[in-house]
């Protein structure tokens, strides 16, 4: 068999690695599960579209010490509510969206992987948009 070897950035690339950084999500399946250690967990099937545009998929796994993760990914989809009441309902957050951060997980045994770092609220990104420009006095809106 004939090949061109490829660096090993290339073969990422071709394979469709999802790029580290800020990305759009949607939750496509939410499942109640138990960790192996015996704790309550929330198993998370997403949809990614990361900063290049490139589409992927990502599983998270939200044990019940993970509090801060959690409470940032209901901020991310606006159900920041579900936290106060102590109960997350898989049905109540499937089909919702939001922004969170993807890290690249280092591993030679496995290959480097896309991994959830982090879920950015809703008010951080309102917080960092622009203010609009003010809009100029003297201008005559009846022309």
């Known amino acids: 068999m004939r090949f061109t070897p490829k660096t090993e950035e290339q073969l990422k690339q071709e394979m469709g690695m999802l790029a580290e950084g ?34 992927g998929r990502l599983f998270d796994y939200i044990v019940e010490s993970f509090h801060w993760k959690l409470i940032h990914l209901l901020k991310a989809i606006g159900k920041h509510e579900l936290y106060e009441s102590g109960l997350v309902n898989p049905i109540d957050i499937i089909g919702c969206s939001g922004k969170l951060e993807i890290a690249i997980k280092k591993s030679e045994q496995y290959g480097d992987k896309p991994t959830v770092k982090d879920y950015i609220s809703r008010d951080e990104i309102l917080s960092d948009a622009a203010e609009p420009p003010a809009l100029d006095a003297d201008f005559d809106f009846n022309i």
């Open 22 to 55: 800020e990305a759009d999500f949607e939750i496509l399946d939410a499942i109640d599960a138990v960790s192996k250690k015996g704790s309550p967990m929330l198993k998370l099937n997403l949809q990614i579209w990361d900063k290049t545009g490139r589409q």
